[in-house]
Structures are given as C-alpha cells and as structure tokens.
C-alpha cells in the first residue's frame, strides 16, 4: 500500500490528528494496567513496562501471593482512575473468587469522567465504589472521596491478615483527593490551588505547596495503610516521571520540606496573595511535622511499592511509530517540554519553516515529536483557553509571520498540533488546537483584523480557535500522560 506521505493523498492535518489518536490510544490506562499485571495461580506479579521506572534489567517490581493475604483493597485517584480500576478488578477477580477472598475498594474520577459513561454499567454490581470530584480546584467531593478512601485503608491495617492495597494514581488525583491538613479549610485549600495554578508555577513548585497542606499527600497516605503492603500503578502525567510528583506523590516519599514549599510562596509573591491561615501554617513547619521520609519512617516504605505503568515517552513511541507506517520521517524532540505556552511555540514555527526551506533537522514529509506540559502566566482578567489551546494559538501568529516569506503551496503542507492527552484543556471541552498557516486568517476574518494577537494577549484561545475552526475536541479519553505536539510538513 502507498504510504500517505508518498501519495500526497492526506493532508498535514490528518496526519497530525493520527499521530495524537496513536498516542492517546498507547496510554489507554486499562490496557496499561493489564499489561503490568501477571496472575499465576495465586501469585500476582506487578512488571514495570516500557517507559517505567525500572532499573536495567529489572522485569519484575514486585511479587505476592495472594492466597497469603486477607484479600485486595483497592483504592485511587485521577482522572484514568476508572479504566484503571477495572483493569485491577479483570486481573484478579477470577484469583479472589477461587481463593474465596474479598476484593472491596473506593476509587475518585473527574466529574464527567464517570457518571453518564459507559463505565457505570461496568461498576454497577462491582464493589468497588466510584464517585466524581472536581478538577483542577478540589472541591467538597474531594475532601469526602479522601475521607472515605483513608477510612479503607485504616479497615484494611487493622485486619489479620491484611489485605494486599493496590492504588491506581493518575493525573488530578491532586485535587481529586484531598484532605487539607491541621487546621487548614476547604476554602483555604481551594484559594491556595488557584493562586498557584494562575501565577504559573511549574508542577513541582505547586506540589511543594499542596503536599504541605495535605493530610494525604507526600507518602502521608502510607499511615493509613500501615502496616499492609500497598502497590501503586501510575499513570505519569507529570515531566520526567517522578513518582513523588505523580498525584503528590501520596505514597512516595517527598522530596520537599516545608522550607521548599515557603521558597515558593516567596518566589512568585504568593504571601499577600494566600489566605491568612495558609500562610502562617507553612511559616509554623518544622522538620518535626514534616512530610515522612525513608530515613523517619523505614517501614513505612518498606511496605510500598511505586510502579510507573504508562508515560509521555510511551505515548510519544507509538505517535511515532505511526508516522513511520504513513512514510514520514520522524523526530522526537523530548518528553520534557517546559515552559511558557506561548513561548515555546515560536520553536515549532521555525522548526516548521527550516524542514520547508532547508530540509532541517529533517526533510519532508516530517514529522516532529514532542511532548511535556507547558503552563500559562494569568493576567488579571484572562479569557477561555488552556495551555495546549495557546501554544496552537502562538504557534499560527508564529506561522501567519512568516506567510508572506513563504510559497503558499509550501505554506499548506504545514500543521502543527498540540494538544492534551486527556482530552480536557483547562477549563474547557477542547483537547487543544490544530493550526496552519490560514489559521489566523480564518479567525481575523469571523473576528475582526486583530483578534489572533488580542486573544493570546488575553490569554483567550478557545473563542479564537473556534472562530478559525481550529479546535481539536476529543472528549475525556480516560487517560492522562501530559500533552502532545506534532509538527507535520506533507
């Protein structure tokens, strides 16, 4: 068969969509789960997969007879926390059942993520319970889905023998699970997440933050399932995989203290902007109250097992393995893409135009890969978007610069997409946003002369990029590994 590239027969842009599609269908969190789960009579055996965290040569992360155990408890959090659940459930309930042990369990999705979908019919005699809270700001459900997935865990330390806890951690799991520490509110909370997330921290200076101001994050989960042994199957959604980063890490020890979490208070002039309560209860932390380490408490992580099931770089390989079957040359750039939205996609643009003009770093038909999370610094009163939605933004003003320098046939062979693996870009029902050099043409001319660089101003690419019919709407996909971006010269 003719490949695409070789036939001319698919546009830039559909090649675009079909890399993403392969991405996102690489990180399908069931299909990750089942693959790092092994069942042999009564033995499970937990494998790190391709793109894990395992050291060289290192199959197998752990080992347990569940016929030695009081039966599975499973508990977690995210937004692929559902799919991953059931993949947990199709691996051992047939071991359970023949053994005759229990499998009970508290799991916590998006709102949206579950109720009205198709997973409710497969949770509906389960017992497993499935509920919904709010994302990216944690909500009253989050406090209650942390309540009662704390309240398994302390049932399943006090039982003989104890259960085996298996934790599902995906992305959201931060705010999808919370139960705000000492004296601290809900409100307080939910202040402090909003003032982190619109200064533009990165994810590690929110997570040095919120872990402080968490009853259950930075291995504080770990205290209410001790002594059991807990293994938890992550869905990495945060740059570089660090376990301790992934839903804040809430059974990996923590490799901030309360003075990081203070650094970055004063770092982004956070301290005026904070509640009160918030800001004098990280000023009162000391190493005596803070999160548990491997060197405090010993057993406590002896007990846990962290286990990276699926990542960017794996949904990054199969985006380009796709290309190559449709005759494009590919690069991957990086899985740990950082920075301004709207910085970084000028990169893109050039990278676009040097693959026209000099066949550089490659020659066409090319692909470029990347993948990572960006973030967007918040002005006073910013529009509709997300970060993935502004890069596309930024990235066709970029291109609309240098149309005029440009053949308009060489001009649309170019796309670049970029877009959220979970299908939800910030606040809003887009993946991202899929551009080209027409792109802000398209969107001047429903919009008025202007409306591109107003809206990345504004910072508000969404009503710009439906405009210029620019969107990329996927719906929720169930998985969470970061963002992709493809750059695509037919």
């Not at 570089?240 to 923590?254: C, F, K, N, Q, Y």
């Not at 548990?292 to 097992?305: E, G």
Request: proline share 6%; net charge negative; charged share 15%.
């Amino acid at each position: 068969m003719a490949s695409v590239a070789a036939s001319g027969s698919c546009r830039a842009q559909d090649v675009a969509r079909r890399v993403f599609e392969a991405a996102v269908a690489a990180a399908d969190p069931r299909q990750c789960v089942a693959d790092a789960l092994t069942v042999a009579g009564s033995v499970l055996s937990v494998a790190r997969p391709l793109g894990g965290s395992a050291k060289e040569g290192e199959a197998t992360a752990v080992s347990v007879d569940l016929a030695e155990t009081g039966g599975v408890v499973l508990v977690g959090a995210g937004k692929a926390a559902v799919p991953m659940a059931a993949a947990v459930v199709e691996a051992l309930g047939p071991a359970l059942d023949h053994l005759g042990l229990p499998l009970s369990g508290h799991v916590v999705t998006k709102t949206g993520h579950f109720v009205g979908t198709s997973w409710e019919a497969v949770f509906a005699d389960s017992p497993v319970a499935v509920v919904e809270a709010s994302h990216p700001i944690p909500d009253a459900g989050s406090v209650a889905a942390a309540d009662a997935i704390v309240a398994a865990l302390k049932a399943a330390a006090s039982a003989s023998p104890p259960p085996l806890v298996i934790n599902v951690l995906s992305g959201g799991a931060s705010s999808l699970m919370e139960s705000p520490a000492g004296p601290l509110s809900l409100d307080d909370v939910q202040a402090t997440y909003e003032a982190l997330i619109g200064c533009g921290a990165s994810i590690d200076d929110i997570n040095a933050v919120r872990k402080h101001l968490s009853a259950v994050k930075g291995g504080r989960l770990l205290e209410a399932a001790a002594p059991a042994a807990i293994v938890t199957l992550a869905l990495s959604d945060v740059v570089g995989d660090a376990l301790d980063v992934i839903g804040s890490g809430p059974t990996e020890e923590d490799t901030t203290s309360f003075d990081d979490a203070r650094a970055v208070i004063a770092r982004y002039n956070l301290a005026n902007t904070l509640p009160p309560p918030v800001v004098a209860y990280l000023a009162a932390g000391s190493p005596a109250n803070d999160t548990p380490s491997r060197a405090s408490h010993p057993c406590l992580f002896a007990a846990a097992t962290n286990v990276v099931v699926g990542s960017n770089a794996l949904a990054l390989a199969a985006a380009e393995r796709t290309a190559r079957e449709l005759g494009f040359g590919v690069i991957v750039l990086s899985s740990r893409v950082e920075g301004e939205a709207a910085g970084v996609a000028p990169v893109y643009a050039a990278l676009a135009r040097s693959i026209v003009d000099s066949a550089a770093p490659i020659p066409a038909p090319a692909v470029v890969l990347a993948g990572g999370e960006t973030t967007v610094t918040l002005g006073a009163a910013p529009g509709k978007g997300g970060r993935n939605q502004e890069l596309a933004l930024a990235a066709a003003v970029a291109l609309d610069a240098q149309r005029p320098k440009l053949d308009p046939a060489a001009a649309a062979r170019i796309a670049i997409l970029a877009a959220g693996t979970d299908g939800t870009d910030g606040p809003t029902d887009a993946a991202g946003g899929l551009v080209s050099y027409a792109t802000v043409a398209a969107g001047d001319a429903v919009l008025g002369q202007g409306a591109a660089l107003a809206a990345l101003r504004t910072h508000d690419a969404y009503p710009f990029l439906t405009a210029a019919d620019a969107l990329v709407v996927s719906g929720p996909t169930g998985t969470n590994v970061m963002d992709i971006t493809a750059v695509v010269v037919a």
